[in-house]
């Protein structure tokens, strides 16, 4: 069991720079895959990033590959996706998610058994 908040969405212009935080608790996340998703407007939920809590060991959608940070604060057992460079199609609602993921597996939602609740960021041109 794992409760996942959201924070840090907002509007935001083309070119600038955000930083969304999840915040987790409940069952120890030593053993969890956590990733991003984000769902735009007529869109389905898609990838964005995950990170293996306990190596740190991080995957990336292309879309996002240079722009995009994803990272944990363990002490804190909150996670973060430091988004540079934003566009307008990175507007979305971006969801934090927990699951038992392989490398194979953590781009699929379906493979992730907690969700937040989301939260929305608007980029505008």
């Known amino acids: 069991q794992v409760q996942l908040v959201e924070s840090g969405g907002r509007l935001v212009q083309a070119g600038g720079s955000l930083r969304l935080s999840c915040a987790a608790s409940?069952?120890?996340?030593?053993?969890?895959?956590m990733g991003w998703f984000r769902q735009g407007p007529g869109k389905e939920r898609e990838f964005v990033s995950a990170?293996?809590?306990?190596?740190?060991?991080?995957i990336d959608a292309d879309p996002v590959k240079g722009r995009f940070t994803i990272s944990r604060d363990s002490a804190q057992n909150t996670l973060y996706l430091q988004m540079n460079s934003l566009k307008p199609e990175d507007t979305a609602v971006y969801y934090c998610?927990?699951?038992?993921?392989?490398?194979?597996?953590?781009?699929?939602?379906?493979?992730?058994?907690?969700w937040g609740q989301g939260t929305q960021v608007t980029v505008s041109s």
């Open positions: 998610a927990a699951g038992l993921a392989d490398r194979a597996t953590a781009r699929i939602r379906q493979t992730y058994a907690y």
């Open positions: 409940g069952r120890t996340l030593s053993f969890y895959t």
């Open positions: 990170i293996r809590w306990g190596t740190g060991s991080t």
